[in-house]
């Protein structure tokens, strides 16, 4: 587990997409009235990384500009299909990871949102 002085005082709130369409049929999640909170005020450490693109044959991914980790407890349903804001940036979820497997603590990788 990563423990350092101040190491967890950012403060996360996930929030899930509540599958509203607009009025042609297509799924509206840039309104943000169509997302639910999950996790509200989760204490975290949120750390900065290399961002840009991935080309993986002949697809193109995002690559993973912040990492927040943070305890297991409060937010153990959190997918790729939700999103989360720290400290008022809004992200995309890349990947949601168990380091070592104890259940103990999560490793969120994030994309900024444009």
């Excluded at 309104?31 to 975290?44: G, R």
């Excluded at 840009?52 to 997918?79: C, P, Q, W």
Aim: with cysteine; net charge neutral.
């Amino acid at each position: 587990m990563r423990k350092r002085i101040g190491y967890r005082r950012h403060r996360a709130t996930f929030e899930r997409y509540d599958g509203t369409r607009d009025s042609y049929g297509q799924l509206d999640t840039k309104n943000s009235n169509n997302w639910d909170t999950v996790a509200l005020n989760w204490p975290c450490e949120y750390v900065s990384t290399v961002g840009g693109e991935i080309l993986r044959g002949i697809m193109v991914t995002d690559k993973s500009t912040h990492v927040i980790y943070g305890n297991f407890a409060y937010v153990e349903g959190i997918t790729v299909e939700d999103r989360v804001t720290v400290n008022g940036v809004l992200h995309g979820i890349n990947a949601v990871l168990d380091p070592d497997g104890t259940r103990t603590e999560m490793r969120i990788e994030l994309r900024k949102e444009k």
